[in-house]
């Protein structure tokens, strides 16, 4: 075992232990960027191919597609539990991520970001897989650097993969083939490997305003968007396709004017201002765990018609509780998760997933995760 990262003599030391006579030989240790696990994984291949038993095992978020993926890296078997860092649940591994199925051939794809530990998205993806019976597999890519997922993925013939933050717009840059919304955001969040490359698309747009559209009227309707990043550039274009008269606000004014020169909102003050907004949306992660108790405005702000918040845990954030208390309607970030990722899964797989198997898998995902932290 060792801990703090991958040793450069892996080799060396994996025949000093294969020398003792041992039955199974062990290596665990900590990996810090994605591609260290390419050796790692060579040896572990070498020796299955040798007739050896091994465990070859990466630590840490980084490290957890050894654990998923062991027979990727010639081991025996894997470990689960939470005794070490990057651990999965036993049942948790053997039923979202159906450990038992998955073989050489099986497609992998993935969420990458940082951190990406704590993402539903493999629950919603590989439910999924499992309903229309695809070979597939999708797990956290805990990246370094953007650099780092792409040579970890051409290394490992990843087929596509979802990219959170902190990479869309590095991914926007690094991929061969981008669509129309992409590009105007400079930013995507789903790619997919092609023979000419990687193709990239945006999927934020879309996945936000189809819950929204569903509930509310947005032509002519006066929409404030709090926030400076890449959420707040993705739900203020989709509401000035959609017909909204769109202002941007945020706490550093320069990043509100970026997102309205991208979307073709204006710039008003922050906080919003009583009375100046039909539409409320939260672009930021403030509400989101462990900050529950926090909320982007004051509760006497919230006077307008509906409260759209993009974080997704907890459902409700006390900005939507706080929101009701007041009068207005609520829409949680759970159904803008759910719609993108559909939207995923479709321009991956050429299929919709069935009806309801991304919410049900998303909501049993997030009160298992909430039972653990207890």
Known sequence: HEFEDCPRDLTDRYRAMRATGAAVVKIAVGIQRLVDLLPLAALGKRAAREGERAAMIGMGGPGVSSRILAGRFGACWTY??????????????????RFRDISDTTEIY????????????????????????????????????????????????????????????????????VDMVGRRLG????????????????????????????????????????????????????????????????????????????????????????????????????????????????????DGSLVYDLVYNPQPTLLMREAALRGCRTLGGLAMLVAQAKQQFEWWMGIRPPESVFEDAACERLTVGAEETL
């Not at 689960?80 to 991520?97: C, M, N, T, W, Y």
């Not at 990406?116 to 309903?131: E, Q, Y």
């Not at 997922?149 to 991914?171: C, H, L, M, N, R």
């Open 80 to 97: 689960a539990g939470s005794a070490a860092p990057g651990q999965i649940d036993a049942v948790r591994l053997v039923k979202e991520f």
């Open 110 to 177: 993935g969420v990458v970001g940082n951190p990406v530990m704590h993402s539903v998205s493999p629950a919603m993806h590989n439910a999924g897989f499992t309903a229309i019976s695809r070979d597939a597999v999708y797990i956290p890519l805990e990246a370094a650097d953007v650099h780092d997922f792409f040579d970890f993925a051409e290394a490992f013939g990843i087929t596509g993969a979802s990219v959170t933050a902190p990479f869309k717009q590095e991914v926007y840059r690094g991929a061969q083939d």
């Open 187 to 302: 930013a995507v969040n789903t790619v997919r490997a092609t023979a000419q490359g990687w193709a990239a698309m945006n999927s934020d747009v879309g996945g936000f305003l189809e819950p929204l559209q569903e509930i509310f009227n947005l032509s002519g309707a006066r929409a404030t968007v709090i926030g400076g990043g890449g959420a707040a550039k993705a739900a203020s274009a989709a509401l000035v396709d959609a017909g909204a008269s769109v202002q941007v606000c945020a706490r550093c004014r320069d990043q509100a004017e970026e997102v309205a020169s991208v979307s073709g909102a204006t710039v008003d003050v922050f906080p919003p201002r009583p009375g100046s907004w039909d539409l409320l949306v939260n672009a930021t992660p403030i509400g989101m765990v462990p900050r529950v108790d926090e909320s982007p405005v004051s509760a006497l702000s919230l």
